[in-house]
């Protein structure tokens, strides 16, 4: 009898805290485009972190922040999509950030962000997000980092967009954070 590998996991985490933000509706849109051989888990506990205080990064974790961090260490790649706010990220963004920093779940990560501003815009966040994510270990999958504007007008009544060229970008995204995260192609990628 053969056993069926598990599907990898990819974590879709919104730096925004608005319902219906365009951040929320790219990661929407790329759960709902996900290839059949990636699961995607939308991350809903941001407004639920408590202030980061180092005092508290201890056993036993704050509930919220002990699930954020079982989250990411059950996924093989994390995709972000956040806004930029006064030329960086968000506060609630980089509070979750700055909960993954005392552990080990994201280091060696592949992780990987959507910038859905207007062309101009965003890149004050994404230069945040790589320096941040540096300090964690995360291993940045820079070819799937990439700029989606959204276009509001493409947006459907269930929340996703229905452009298909952005949604098949959005399932190569998935794949590439998917197959980056696989520890056999990892090792076997120099092998002959």
Request: with cysteine; net charge negative; glycine share 10%.
């Amino acid at each position: 009898m053969s056993v069926m590998p598990t599907s990898p996991v990819i974590l879709l985490l919104s730096g925004s805290l608005r319902a219906g933000s365009s951040n929320e509706t790219v990661l929407r849109t790329a759960q709902a485009a996900a290839p059949a051989r990636v699961r995607t888990v939308f991350y809903e506990g941001l407004s639920a972190l408590p202030h980061f205080n180092p005092d508290d990064d201890a056993e036993p974790l704050p509930g919220p922040v002990a699930g954020l961090r079982a989250a990411i260490a059950e996924a093989a790649g994390i995709l972000i999509c956040t806004p930029e706010y006064a030329g960086t990220l968000p506060g609630s963004f980089k509070n979750l950030l700055d909960w993954t920093v005392g552990g080990t779940e994201i280091c060696d990560k592949p992780v990987a962000w959507v910038n859905a501003a207007a062309p101009g815009r965003g890149e004050g966040a994404q230069a945040t997000l790589r320096t941040v994510l540096g300090y964690t270990g995360a291993d940045i999958t820079d070819a799937a980092c990439v700029r989606i504007p959204v276009d509001r007008s493409t947006v459907g009544a269930d929340g996703t967009i229905a452009d298909e060229a952005v949604r098949a970008q959005l399932a190569r995204i998935l794949a590439l954070l998917a197959d980056a995260g696989r520890p056999d192609l990892r090792r076997g990628a120099g092998a002959g």
